[in-house]
């Protein structure tokens, strides 16, 4: 499709266990971001990629979190050892870069999110 | 530091009635960009509108506009004619040039028109 793809769309598992979630971003956008929405909630910044790099991992919630991203295109979060304050919609979005690599001035696309509930 | 405030958490009119979406930001920088998107209870938040801080005229799309104004930090937004369709959430989002990764959404306006 030509939207930003995240899979799965729901995911239920027991406290503690660890959980991956995937994003794959339109085609040709260099930017992808990670973002949590929790019920009734803004959207909570996670993690961007440039690229494969991650420049910036401030908003990780700890150490539990972790997300990488290969050949500039997929990427996965991962989220260990799952705590029930984890329950969220986990969002992804992607952009274009104008001009060494310049996104700041760029909108980004959302995909549907995956919404991760923890028991 | 960024921050993006949308001080009404939620909005309920009439459909045809006008309505407007509080923004307020703050910054430090010279160069950002502020953003609207909705978020209809389908959930996919969908890109409306873009501004940079070098460019305070107002826009208008159709039923939308916009009225940026640098001197009280605000980007706020205005449905004319609202209609059932337009019931959503609405994010303002702030980016930094110096930090250009990291959006700052505000909390979400819920925004319900009814017949």
């Known amino acids: 499709g030509a939207g930003v793809s995240q899979s799965p769309s729901n995911k239920v598992t027991e406290k503690g266990k660890d959980v991956e979630l995937r994003c794959d971003p339109i085609?040709?956008?260099?930017?992808l971001y990670w973002y949590r929405q929790s019920l009734g909630q803004g959207l909570e910044f996670l993690i961007y990629?440039?690229?494969?790099?991650?420049?910036?991992k401030s908003g990780l919630p700890s150490d539990r979190f972790s997300a990488e991203r290969t050949g500039g295109s997929v990427s996965t979060l991962t989220i260990q050892r799952t705590q029930q304050e984890d329950s969220a919609v986990y969002l992804c979005?992607?952009?274009?870069?104008?001009?060494?690599?310049?996104?700041?001035?760029?909108?980004?696309?959302f995909g549907d999110g995956t919404r991760l509930s923890i028991l | 530091a960024q921050k993006v405030t949308q001080a009404q958490t939620e909005i309920s009119v009439v459909e045809k009635e006008d309505v407007t979406l509080d923004c307020v930001y703050e910054?430090?920088?010279?160069?950002?960009?502020l953003f609207w998107y909705k978020q209809p209870p389908s959930g996919e938040l969908v890109f409306l509108i873009r501004?940079?801080?070098?460019?305070?005229q107002n826009e208008i799309s159709g039923r939308y506009s916009w009225n940026f104004q640098k001197s009280t930090s605000s980007f706020n937004f205005t449905i004319t004619a609202s209609q059932v369709v337009d019931s959503a959430v609405y994010f303002c989002?702030?980016?930094?040039?110096?930090?250009?990764?990291?959006?700052?959404f505000g909390d979400g306006t819920t925004l319900t028109v009814k017949p």
């Open positions: 990629f440039q690229g494969n790099s991650a420049p910036d």
């Open positions: 501004r940079n801080s070098f460019d305070e």
């Open positions: 979005a992607s952009s274009l870069a104008s001009g060494q690599d310049v996104f700041s001035n760029q909108p980004q696309h």
């Open positions: 910054t430090r920088d010279t160069t950002y960009y």
């Open positions: 989002a702030l980016r930094l040039d110096t930090n250009a990764g990291k959006s700052t």
């Open positions: 085609s040709g956008h260099t930017a």
